[in-house]
């Protein structure tokens, strides 16, 4: 497979797998969280399908498109190891959408990075919260969800944290 059709591939997975958990998410109120703005495509995306939420991203520098920049308050710049600390306190059991679009040539130090954030994750994660990522999660109590049609396995990777329970949660 060309380079191209590859990462067409990919980008139709991340789409489709968006798209998907933006309806799944629709009867868990809360805020959704941008791991990797680059050059603000996704991010982009989100807003259009998720028009009534809150959206904050994270990045270590800011280089997206112009029109895809979010405002100032809704950025966290710098290493995701310092700057998720900050957003769990802000934030505790609010998030109802991750998605995790981070990445490295190196497959092994990115996995690294995500194995070390792991455990910053669940407390920010509402229950029945859903997370969208290109890089598989190690997280016990996640589950993981089928891709949705047309998207193949281990393309991208789709979790939901614990069950949602209105009444648990009122
Ligand atoms: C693949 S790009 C994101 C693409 C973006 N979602 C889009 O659709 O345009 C990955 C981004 O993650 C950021 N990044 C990678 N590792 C990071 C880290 N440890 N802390 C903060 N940002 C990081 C990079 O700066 C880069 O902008």
């Avoid at 968006?18 to 009867?27: E, P, V």
């Avoid at 809360?30 to 990797?36: S, T, Y």
């Avoid at 989100?46 to 270590?60: A, N, S, T």
């Avoid at 998605?99 to 996995?111: I, K, L, P, R, V």
Wanted: aromatic content about 10%; hydrophobic content about 40%.
């Amino acid at each position: 497979m060309s380079k191209l059709e590859s990462f067409i591939r990919r980008m139709t997975a991340q789409r489709d797998c968006l798209n998907h958990a933006a309806g799944l998410i629709k009867d868990i109120p809360g805020i959704v969280f941008e791991f990797g703005l680059g050059n603000g495509r996704s991010y982009d995306h989100l807003r259009e399908k998720l028009p009534d939420r809150e959206i904050y991203v994270f990045d270590r520098r800011i280089a997206a498109f112009p029109s895809c920049t979010p405002p100032e308050d809704h950025m966290f710049i710098g290493e995701i190891t310092l700057t998720l600390t900050k957003a769990a306190k802000l934030f505790g059991k609010k998030v109802a959408l991750l998605h995790n679009d981070f990445g490295t040539s190196d497959h092994a130090e990115y996995q690294k990075l995500i194995n070390m954030i792991s455990p910053l994750l669940e407390p920010i994660m509402l229950p029945g919260a859903l997370i969208v990522s290109n890089i598989r999660f190690h997280i016990d109590t996640w589950e993981k969800l089928p891709e949705p049609s047309g998207v193949k396995p281990d393309r991208y990777y789709l979790y939901r944290t614990g069950a949602f329970c209105t009444e648990c949660s009122l």
